[in-house]
């Protein structure tokens, strides 16, 4: 029987738009704790399976790149199938795709299953967003958006937290099996509350051509960005990649102009606010996940911390991102959006470029202060930008528009983890050399840490015969640590830049006149 969003008001009366809110919320939340709760067990990885970073890196951005084309699958989906059963399905997919983690003998398997999770993420975000605007009034849009953006914020800080204290306690492939029960919970709160979407006529057929496409754009993205220090950026495997993304974005583009194009309604960009609005979300993403990427991987391998140490760093900043929410909610629904967008962007890059000096020395609360300045940040910022970006569009391309919104936000952030990474093994690579090339017997500095350590060790008992080659270990430890050190600093300063750069396009989108809802 259909259930209409008016109808179900009727029946559970004004307790329902908070009923269907927990039940969105619990979903949301789910995926997006499920996508960071995993950065915090990157250095497990790598010493499990023998990889490096940019391997390792891909169980955080195959989430988020698979996340991003099945974005492209949900407006098409739904009408397929339905709301409500698009809800229910999503949420099983994503468990299925969590046991496959769970119990996934290699890398390589454990990143199918996060492609699996993934592709239940794109399906589950804009209906969230737009199960949201369904049920709430016009006027308190921005409160709906502040109560999303909530889900958000809270899932950035549990999800490393909690994915920290799983590793120490028990071990980090448990970090798959944690969100199922939240997603079950969800799934049997979707049953009775998630309302249909209002009938917009036939789903249509598939475009496979344009999905093919966008898939196949976003793998050749990926790939180059993630591939590209190793195995040389004008090499022939990474040029016929970048020639393969080329011609594929274009001929997504085209196939989205035929008739049967139904994935990403153009159009839409055709709203120089909305267009100026997606743009900022990808630059938002772009800077957002690859700090939430950075800080667990930063405290334990620069700073030495535990995993439940290192995955708590964002805790303190996140609940009280989770407390200013409904406030900076409700600031979206009364001041101008680019106002209170280049305020946060100011206070996240600043949170940032704070980190720029901290080394193993800098004290834990320390970090956490900082991180708890740019969640402050992020607070400000996602209400505003996503009210502001749906706003600008009539009604009938609000289904559309949240997808296309969360689609560049994914976009971004998955190029941000990618590049990032890039970023710092260039980084620790450069000062790594530039370390090694001095040590040598000119060096008076090091002679005297040498000489230092060698005491130390024949104090301990060691043999004459290793003291050479331990003192000349430790040396490569301390040249190590400290390339890593200023290599991580480069990457704050690289985020907190390009966060900085996303106020050009706030400043034009202050230049749009706002269109009617």
Partial sequence: ?????????????????????????????????????VNVAIPDVMGAFGVGQDKAQYLSTAFIATTVTSLLLNNWFIA??????????????????????????????????????GFAAGIIQP???????????????????????????????LGPAIGGVTIDTLSWRYIFFVPIPAALLSLLLGAFFIPDRPQAGPAGPFDFLGYAFM?????????????????????????????????????????????????????????????????????????????VYIFPVFGQIVQGYTATEAGSLLLPGSIAAAFILPI????????????????????????????????????????????????????????????????????????RG???????????????????VVVLERRVEFHSSAFTSTQTSANNAT???????????????VPDALLDSLALDYLGEVVNAQANTLGFQDGFIAMGFISLCSIVPVLLLRRKGRQPS
């Fill in 1 to 37: 029987m259909p259930r209409s969003s008016t109808a179900l008001f009727e029946q559970y009366g004004p307790i329902y738009r908070w009923l269907v809110t927990i039940a969105g919320l619990a979903a949301f939340f789910t995926m997006v704790f499920s996508s960071t709760m």
């Fill in 80 to 117: 397929k199938v339905g709301q409500r059963p698009a809800f229910s399905l999503s949420l099983l997919l994503f468990c299925f795709g969590s046991v496959i983690c769970g119990f996934g003998p290699t890398l390589d398997t454990i990143i199918l299953g996060r492609v699996i999770q």
């Fill in 127 to 157: 209906m969230v967003m737009v199960v949201l605007f369904q049920v709430f009034p016009a006027e308190k849009r921005g409160m709906a958006m502040a109560l999303f953006s909530m889900g958000v914020v809270i899932a950035l800080g």
């Fill in 215 to 291: 898939c196949a754009a976003v793998f050749c993205l990926m790939t180059v960005i993630g591939n590209g220090q190793r195995d040389g950026w004008a090499s022939n495997e990474i040029l016929t990649l970048t020639v393969i993304l080329i011609v594929s974005f274009i001929g997504f583009v085209l196939s989205q102009r035929r008739p049967q194009g139904n994935l990403l309604d153009l159009s839409l960009f055709r709203n120089a606010r909305f267009a100026t609005a997606v743009s900022i979300s990808f630059l938002f993403g772009f800077g957002s996940f690859a700090t």
């Fill in 328 to 399: 900076t909610g409700r600031l979206a629904d009364i001041f101008p959006a680019h106002t209170i967008i280049i305020a946060g962007l100011v206070i996240f890059a600043a949170s940032t470029l704070m980190m720029a000096d901290s080394d193993v020395d800098t004290v834990y609360w320390s970090i956490a202060f900082y991180l708890f300045i740019g969640r402050v940040g992020v607070a400000l910022i996602s209400p505003s930008l996503n009210s502001a970006a749906l706003a600008a569009l009539p009604a009938e391309q609000i289904n």
């Fill in 402 to 420: 949240a997808g296309a919104v969360n689609l560049c936000l994914m976009l971004g952030g998955s190029c941000g983890i990618n590049t990032l």
């Fill in 447 to 461: 002679l005297e840490m040498l000489d230092s350590v060698r005491g130390l060790l024949n104090a301990g008992g």
